[in-house]
């Protein structure tokens, strides 16, 4: 019988611990088994909601940890922005201080977990498009995505921010007021 093939590098598992050489495919079986139970318990995680920021970005209580959550597949208006309190208030009545059920898509750049949320059983993202407080992120959003019909019932039926005449969406909102911010920057400098 052959000798088995050991990894050279081996693993250190903690301070004062003592370096390991396991078989190639041990390590494998073991970083196979690792990833399948963290992806199992980020898939479905659940937690209470303790805190709303704005109408798309909530914080939950999970294991004695807050997390801050992006709702995936929306974008609501920025507080600053005309329908940021009630979009904020819409989510904060759906959600706060109940138990959220977190399917979890991934991480965005503000290191906030992305999370399809159902509160109390209802789906927060779809909601908050349905009550008219958030638009479908269409940069991200599926195409053929259920929100986008939701989005254009509440269009139709001007509720939320459709009640403006001209309702800015949110990330033209933050463009302009990145241009606006860049453009006096430049004007003070000269």
Excluded at 85 to 98: E, N
Excluded at 109 to 125: F, H, I, P
């Amino acid at each position: 019988m052959p000798a088995p093939d050991y990894n050279t590098r081996g693993c250190t598992f903690g301070a004062g611990m003592t370096k390991v050489n396991l078989p190639r495919f041990s390590l494998s079986a073991l970083c196979l088994t690792l990833l399948l139970a963290a992806s199992a318990v980020h898939a479905d995680t659940r937690g209470r909601v303790v805190s709303v920021h704005d109408g798309d970005t909530l914080t939950v209580l999970i294991d004695h940890r807050q997390v801050r959550v992006r709702l995936t597949d929306i974008d609501a208006p920025e507080l600053r922005q005309l329908f940021g309190t009630r979009s904020r208030q819409s989510l904060s009545d759906l959600c706060f201080g109940k138990t959220a059920a977190l399917d979890v898509r991934g991480q965005d750049r503000y290191k906030r977990t992305l999370a399809q949320v159902t509160c109390a059983g209802t789906d927060a993202n779809a909601e908050q498009v349905r009550r008219g407080y958030a638009w479908t992120f269409v940069r991200y959003a599926r195409p053929g995505s259920p929100l986008l019909a939701l989005e254009n019932e509440a269009r139709t039926a001007h509720r939320g921010l459709w009640r403006d005449s001209a309702p800015v969406a949110p990330w033209d909102w933050r463009r302009a007021i990145r241009e606006s911010s860049r453009a006096s920057y430049f004007r003070a400098g000269s």
